[in-house]
């Protein structure tokens, strides 16, 4: 019986299929309609990735797949029906600041920076844990303009790991 009532449980529709209102930003959304937009525009990305401050690697290039490209930012949505109550909400001027109160959560904030209805920056801060592996990542996204991602995987017997992505978009 137990069994089964977790199973229902983790079956539970997302917030955007049963039609109810959401109560943070949607990211997952943004993410998804941006993408779409950039892969239209055929923008061109003069992308820079690092392993570790060594190694940096620069092409530019045209982004076939902004949604796998930007995953990491839309992975950070909030909007799940068991966190409903799990983030802080603090408005400061043009930004919204989503502020994990369970430090056992992935996204530990979220801030959104607008100018009217038109985003202007995105800025997430990930983390998670366990008695092997420690991983944190730093995204931030100006639309039209920027994306970084700045991720640190520390495993234990491993060692550190850190990966940096910079892409600067332009027409």
């Known amino acids: 019986m137990l069994i089964t009532l977790s199973g229902l449980y983790s079956c539970k529709p997302d917030i955007r299929e049963t039609g109810a209102a959401l109560k943070y930003f949607d990211l997952k959304k943004f993410i998804h309609t941006d993408s779409a937009r950039l892969s239209k525009q055929q923008v061109w990305v003069t992308k820079m990735v690092s392993h570790n401050q060594e190694s940096a690697q620069t092409r530019k290039l045209r982004i076939t797949n902004w949604g796998?490209?930007?995953?990491?930012?839309?992975?950070?949505?909030?909007?799940?029906p068991a966190w409903r109550e799990s983030y802080s909400i603090q408005r400061q001027g043009d930004s919204v600041v989503y502020t994990a109160k369970d430090p056992k959560l992935f996204t530990r904030r979220l801030?959104?920076?607008?100018?009217?209805?038109?985003?202007?920056?995105?800025?997430?801060?990930?983390?998670?844990?366990?008695?092997?592996?420690?991983?944190?990542?730093?995204?931030?996204?100006?639309?039209?303009?920027?994306?970084l991602i700045d991720k640190l995987q520390q495993v234990k017997l491993l060692g550190d790991n850190r990966y940096l992505i910079k892409g600067v978009i332009s027409k």
Do not use: C
């Open 68 to 80: 796998r490209e930007l995953d990491l930012f839309a992975a950070s949505d909030i909007n799940k």
């Open 111 to 147: 801030m959104i920076q607008q100018s009217g209805n038109t985003v202007k920056k995105i800025t997430i801060q990930n983390a998670t844990s366990n008695i092997l592996y420690q991983s944190s990542e730093k995204l931030v996204y100006y639309p039209d303009s920027l994306y």
